[in-house]
């Protein structure tokens, strides 16, 4: 089955970088767009970053133009989110989606795995 696990979340001063990491398995991992969304606390899900199948295109929320790099390995069925010059606003759980079809589009998740920038 379809499972997406993210790990290389933690506390970080402001300024600071994370690198995410969501290690895929149970699909064709090349074969399919990723993107990380991350959920504020009391906030809804938003989308923050994508990346086409061979990674040639790339897109980001306006709030992390910039300061994020979103990337993949295709040969690890791996996507990453480099994230650098955090700020608060930042503070969220961050979720891999990868959207299949299946007779119809259904979008899977990862657990999540949470960030939080503060001093």
């Known amino acids: 089955q379809v499972q997406l696990v993210e790990s290389g979340g933690g506390l970080v001063q402001p300024g600071g970088s994370l690198r995410l990491s969501c290690a895929a398995s149970?699909?064709?991992?090349?074969?399919?767009?990723m993107r990380w969304y991350r959920q504020p606390p009391g906030k809804e899900r938003e989308l923050v970053a994508s990346?086409?199948?061979?990674?040639?295109?790339?897109n980001y929320a306006d709030s992390v133009k910039g300061r994020f790099t979103i990337s993949r390995d295709n040969g690890k069925n791996t996507v990453y989110l480099q994230m650098n010059s955090l700020i608060p606003e930042d503070t969220a759980m961050y979720y891999c989606?990868?959207?299949?079809?299946?007779?119809?589009?259904?979008?899977?998740w990862g657990k999540g795995t949470l960030v939080t920038v503060s001093s």
């Open positions: 989606n990868a959207r299949l079809y299946e007779s119809s589009w259904i979008d899977y």
């Open positions: 149970g699909f064709r991992f090349s074969g399919n767009t």
């Open positions: 990346i086409t199948t061979t990674g040639g295109s790339t």
